[in-house]
């Protein structure tokens, strides 16, 4: 049991991971370009991420992503039902997808999201005030 556990297990973290990982990767190497090096003693050298961190006060952008998407799922939720967004939302194409791996919805990522941090997210994306709680966890989550 445990085997089998482990084989459809592992792939699904270590994607998870990886996205996580690209994402630290892009956002450092987007922050080294806009802080640029640092001189000391004459010598220019690359800012370490330690000092990234100092310089964007601990902000995590994939966290910050991560809340947006939220923010935005808990706005469309609310939405009324004659609402443009929520009709495109709620739309089902009429053709097929085509062969080959699925695609990921941008709702397959919410539920995702939403799966590690709060168990009935249903009942909580309807009252505002629990759902800016949400929103300022995802924040500061990992």
Same mark, same amino acid.
């Given at each position: 049991?445990?085997?089998?556990?482990?084989?459809?297990?592992?792939?699904?973290?270590?994607?998870?991971?990886?996205?996580?990982?690209?994402?630290?990767?892009?956002?450092?190497?987007?922050?080294?370009?806009? /802080?640029?090096?640092?001189?000391?003693?004459?010598?220019?050298?690359?800012?370490?991420?330690?000092?990234?961190?100092? !310089?964007?006060?601990?902000?995590?952008?994939?966290?910050?992503?991560?809340?947006?998407? !939220?923010?935005? /799922?808990?706005?469309?939720?609310?939405?009324?039902?004659?609402?443009?967004?929520?009709?495109?939302?709620?739309?089902?194409?009429?053709?097929?997808?085509?062969?080959?791996?699925?695609?990921?919805?941008?709702?397959?990522?919410?539920?995702?999201? !939403?799966?590690?941090?709060?168990?009935?997210?249903?009942?909580?994306?309807?009252?505002?005030?629990?759902?800016?709680?949400?929103?300022?966890?995802?924040?500061?989550?990992?």
């Amino acid at each position: 049991m445990s085997k089998i556990l482990h084989r459809r297990l592992v792939p699904y973290v270590k994607g998870i991971l990886g996205e996580y990982r690209r994402g630290f990767n892009f956002e450092r190497k987007i922050l080294r370009e806009i /802080f640029g090096p640092t001189k000391e003693c004459q010598i220019w050298r690359i800012r370490n991420n330690d000092e990234l961190d100092k !310089l964007i006060k601990h902000e995590n952008i994939v966290n910050y992503i991560t809340a947006q998407r !939220l923010s935005w /799922f808990g706005h469309i939720q609310r939405m009324s039902e004659t609402g443009a967004a929520k009709k495109i939302f709620k739309w089902n194409p009429l053709t097929m997808r085509s062969r080959g791996r699925p695609k990921h919805r941008w709702e397959d990522n919410i539920v995702q999201d !939403l799966g590690q941090m709060i168990k009935n997210w249903i009942t909580c994306v309807l009252d505002r005030a629990k759902w800016k709680v949400v929103v300022e966890k995802a924040k500061t989550s990992n």
